[in-house]
T-cell receptor, first 115, second 111 residues
Framework: DAGVIQSPRHEVTEMGQEVTLRCKPI?????LFWYRQTMMRGLELLIY????????DSGMPEDRFSAKMPNASFSTLKIQPSEPRDSAVYFC?????????????FGPGTRLTVL | GESVGLHLPTLSVQEGDNSIINCAYS??????FIWYKQESGKGPQFIID?????DKRQGQRVTVLLNKTVKHLSLQIAATQPGDSAVYFC??????????FGKGTTLSVSS
């Protein structure tokens, strides 16, 4: 099993540019989570999906952030326009079952730097 | 807002010693807790979990203790090894909410 796959692993962009992060969850998992990690704020949940439907997006910082899950094997997190304060490591995680209490498997993360 | 915090940001131990990493949580309604380990350049990895109807749970070399009276959670690692060096996060959850993560404790194991 390849685990959760994220791309790109590193992204450097300039302020104002659009950034798209990608995630492929573990096959058979029906819950997918996007997190952001910074030294100041730690690990924060941005949004999570169950059966491709967004369930809780209260952690999405503002309208510049959007996430989609068009099918069970793919999700994107988009930032448009990006700002320097968006610089962070973004993790995708997936789990089986409906409850968040099921173990979440994390991907390797995308390190985003916005100049 | 609710928060999960850690008593110490860093912990340094000698190989072979037992390690204890602490975590305080603020929401008495939390009913599920998880410890994650994050190695440099990797995503968090599940270590062990515990539900609020338990006060202790053991895994391989790890034990989680839950004290609901003082809202305290701890992770004990027996015979700490260099491979245990990482950042450890506790996370809490209660019905209808997402996991809330603490900021993490860095465990450094020296040989």
């Amino acid at each position: 099993d390849a685990g959760v796959i994220q791309s790109p692993r590193h992204e450097v962009t300039e302020m104002g540019q659009e950034v798209t992060l990608r995630c492929k969850p573990i096959s058979g998992h029906n819950s997918l989570f996007w997190y952001r990690q910074t030294m100041m704020r730690g690990l924060e949940l941005l949004i999570y999906f169950n059966n491709n439907v967004p369930i809780d997006d209260s952690g999405m910082p503002e309208d510049r952030f959007s996430a989609k899950m068009p099918n069970a094997s793919f999700s994107t997190l988009k930032i448009q326009p990006s700002e320097p304060r968006d610089s962070a490591v973004y993790f995708c995680a997936s789990s089986s079952g409906l409850a968040r209490k099921n173990e979440q498997f994390f991907g390797p993360g995308t390190r985003l730097t916005v100049l | 807002g609710e928060s999960v915090g850690l008593h110490l940001p860093t912990l340094s131990v000698q190989e072979g010693d037992n390690s204890i990493i602490n975590c305080a949580y603020s929401n008495s309604a939390s009913d599920y807790f998880i410890w994650y380990k994050q190695e440099s350049g990797k995503g968090p990895q599940f270590i062990i979990d515990i539900r609020s109807n338990m006060d202790k749970r053991q895994g391989q070399r790890v034990t989680v203790l839950l004290n609901k009276t003082v809202k305290h959670l701890s992770l004990q690692i027996a015979a700490t090894q260099p491979g245990d060096s990482a950042v450890y996060f506790c996370a809490e959850n209660w019905a209808g909410t997402a996991l809330i993560f603490g900021k993490g404790t860095t465990l450094s194991v020296s040989s």
